[in-house]
Structures are given as C-alpha cells and as structure tokens.
C-alpha cells in the first residue's frame, strides 16, 4: 500500500449529490420562469378581452345613437302592440364590428330600441357581444305621426 491513497468512501457517495441538487435547482427555476410566462399571457388575454368588450360596447351605443336619429315615427306607430319586433337593420362598422337594431312596442306611446354589437374576428367568429337599450315615448302632434318627435330617453344595458 505504498503510494497510493484510499479514502474512507465517504467522499464517493457524496459525488453524485451535486449533479442532483443541480438538475433540482434547475427544475424549480423552470417551473418558475413558466408560471411568470403563463401569468403574462392570462394577462395579455385579458387585456385582449376587455379591448373587444369595450368596442362591441361602443358599436352598440354608436347603433343606438344611429337608430334613433333615423327612426321615422309614422313606422314606429304602425307597430301593433304585442307584434313581433320591428327590423330596424343591421350597420357594419370599421374595425370588425356590426350593429343589429330592433324597435319593440311595450304600451301604445312607449318603445323600446334595443340594439346589439358583436366584435369580431377576420374570420367571423364572436370575440364580444354587448347589448344596449333606450325607452322612447313618440308623442303624436295634433294625432299625426307625421310630425311625432321621440323624447324622454333614459339608457339601459341590457347585457
């Protein structure tokens, strides 16, 4: 045994337990570092989501808006009471966005305008829809619809 040098064996079992603690370190760093990049893409989504809700929001009340100012209430007073709801058209707005109009007879002077925006995609998928309505009351001059304005608007969202 001259010359040469034999440990205990101690130092032997304790090699490996390095390569372990490294590869460990490393997977607790990767399981880190994917949820930071799951978290930001939940909350890239969600800013994503919200921007479409906001513009289907603003198609509907653009719709509504729109609806309103061109409204003729000699056709609103045509629509018997109780009916199915009158078609006021649909607007294709820039930006993927489309407004569907409806006008409904709730009592014989009280109406309301109901119109819905959806935003979407280039391939025509709904990414948000949103709802808006608006009571009207047509008041009759002299018992003409000719001449009858709307009045006492009051804003509701519907969903």
Request: charged fraction near 15%; hydrophobic fraction near 45%; avoid cysteine.
């Amino acid at each position: 045994m001259s010359g040469s040098y034999r440990g205990s064996g101690t130092g032997r079992n304790e090699r490996g337990i390095a390569l372990i603690i490294a590869v460990f370190s490393l997977a607790v760093i990767g399981a880190l570092i994917g949820g930071i990049f799951f978290a930001a893409r939940l909350e890239q989504q969600s800013g994503r989501n919200a921007l479409f809700a906001a513009q289907a929001g603003e198609a509907a009340e653009a719709g509504l808006s729109h609806a309103v100012a061109t409204l003729d209430p000699a056709e609103l007073d045509r629509l018997p009471l109780g009916s199915t709801p009158l078609g006021l058209g649909t607007l294709t707005l820039p930006g993927g966005a489309s407004v569907s109009r409806q006008a409904h007879r709730i009592t014989r002077d009280l109406f309301l305008i109901r119109v819905r925006g959806v935003r979407q995609d280039a391939a025509g998928t709904t990414l948000a829809m949103r709802s808006v309505g608006l009571l009207v009351r047509l008041h009759l001059a002299g018992g003409l619809p000719a001449v009858a304005r709307l009045g006492e608007r009051a804003w509701v969202q519907l969903y």
